[in-house]
């Protein structure tokens, strides 16, 4: 893991896109090659310093929890060994980071789901009694567990620009009210499966994001990465409580730390205003992250 792969270069596959995290390459006209990079995003800003071994963790953890939750809603996997559609040459780029899966018509819809008030939702909250929409009981604290599970959806933005949270009633005019019921209660149920499993190892999923797809029969496919420590808020049960008493975010398994690290510093002389260029990651929080990662999979797997 000491040799971090920042951006991809395979030449043997049409380039389609890079995300984030991601690089999607063309394998036909019915597939695509996901590629993890080890690039870390936070606040939509993709950070100059990756993190080694990032993407190979949150591939793992992926494939994982897709396994697990196959009975749920069908995945975009197709099965078949990334290695298997590039060359000789590039097969090191590609392994043990790399899924081969279905091409997909995407919703451009993301599927938030909380069981916890945290992170934006939290801020929204103490303006409104609400998150996106949502009624909430008063005298909620910031990482409350919620009298039940929401889904808080938000709209797709391009890379750069933030997510924007939208209501229930703006995916209906979006996608219509047969496929946004869909959509919510799936994600509610996958969630709800995957909060429950991941208690008995001793960590909280605070919140979570799905991305969901269109196969070429109309069925509503998970797709894109689920449940890791990037699309999701890890909490280690035995730093919950007492960090909810004080008020404060709980320790975190994911990119929460970074962003603590992140709001706290200065830019200069000022708080950094959250757009391009990032703060240079220092090496420490560059190790105590992949730290974080690795034990959030160890945990989860064990």
Known sequence: MNNALHTSALTSLPLLARGKVRDNYAVGKDRLLMVASDRLSAFDVIMGEPIPGKGVLLTQMALFWFDRLGDVCPNHLTGEAPESVVTAAEVPQVTGR?????RLKPIPVEAVVRGYLAGSGWKEYQDSQSVCGVPLPAGLKNASKLPATIFTPAAKAAVGEHDENISYEQVVKIVGPELAAQIRDISIRIYEAAAAFALTKGIIIADTKFEFGLDENGTLTLMDEVLTPDSSRYWPVEGYQAAFAAGSNPPSYDK???????????????????????????????????AKYQEALTRLTA
């Open 98 to 102: 790399s899924m081969l899966v279905k």
């Open 256 to 290: 929460q730390f970074v962003r603590d690290w992140l709001e706290q510093t200065l830019v200069n002389g000022k708080p950094w205003d959250k757009t391009p260029p990032s703060p240079r990651v220092p090496q420490d929080v560059i190790e105590k992250t992949a």
